[in-house]
């Protein structure tokens, strides 16, 4: 095998164990698995600030949900009252909910997922997405494939995650979360030619996802259950699923 291809192997092989250790797995006789919403010390590309969670150590998680409710950070906010109460609900359910881990992991997430799409990624939106969803978006690529198109899309920043809608529902709960941010997308034809997009402009893109989690499950990942545009004219680069 010629040296470049082995290289090309491995960095492949690093890159997939990478990203199982940060979202985790299926397999239902699994321990425990590393999950962004809970990790405290992994770095996060997509914030541009920290201080919230690291100001955020000595306070109860309802003192935290009140606080970010009342000072919104640069890219943090919480809509109003209603989704306060509601946070504060699950973190009473919930006695491992914290806001500040929580937003972190929903950022990152809404990354890999938008990323991942682009990129055909199907295991690792697998990780991510209810069955639904996931559904929707395995749909969207076969079709993307049949046309013999490619897509690529980068996340620049993520300018603002505001949660709009938080509540419990039996022994689930769900949090909202309008986000926007900077990215830059393209779609290319079998003839490697521009069809949609271009490669350095950047645009913004406003949706609102879902996340929702069974509180007394032994799995801490938090899974999207509904991904849709804030505006019908929006610029999206994934498909839209509601919840039934």
């Not at 009473?92 to 972190?104: R, S, V």
Request: hydrophobic fraction near 35%.
């Amino acid at each position: 095998m010629p040296a470049d291809l082995i290289i090309y192997a491995l960095v492949a092989a690093g890159l997939v164990f990478w990203l199982r250790s940060i979202l985790g797995t299926r397999d239902e006789d699994e321990a425990d698995r590393p999950n962004p919403y809970v990790q405290t010390e992994k770095a996060t590309n997509h914030m541009p600030e920290h201080s919230f969670i690291e100001e955020q150590t000595s306070k109860t998680s309802e003192e935290r949900i009140s606080d970010l409710a009342a000072n919104p950070t640069k890219n943090l906010s919480v809509e109003n009252k209603t989704a306060e109460n509601g946070l504060l609900d699950i973190s009473k359910a919930d006695k491992n909910f914290d806001i500040g881990h929580f937003l972190d992991g929903a950022q990152d997430a809404f990354a890999f997922i938008v990323e991942s799409f682009a990129g055909g990624d199907k295991e690792t939106l697998k990780n991510l997405l209810t069955e639904p969803v996931y559904e929707a978006f395995e749909g969207a690529i076969d079709e993307r494939e049949k046309r013999e198109e490619t897509m690529v899309t980068e996340i620049h920043s993520i300018k603002k995650a505001e949660v709009i809608e938080a509540r419990t529902e039996g022994k689930k709960a769900f949090v909202t979360i309008l986000f926007t941010a900077d990215e830059t997308s393209v779609t290319r034809d079998s003839e490697n030619e521009i069809i949609a997009g271009h490669p350095d402009k950047i645009t913004q893109m406003r949706d609102i996802w879902t996340f929702g989690r069974d509180i007394n499950s032994k799995d801490p990942r938090w899974l999207v259950y509904e991904t849709r545009d804030d505006l019908e004219d929006d610029n999206t680069t994934i498909p839209n699923k509601t919840m039934d």
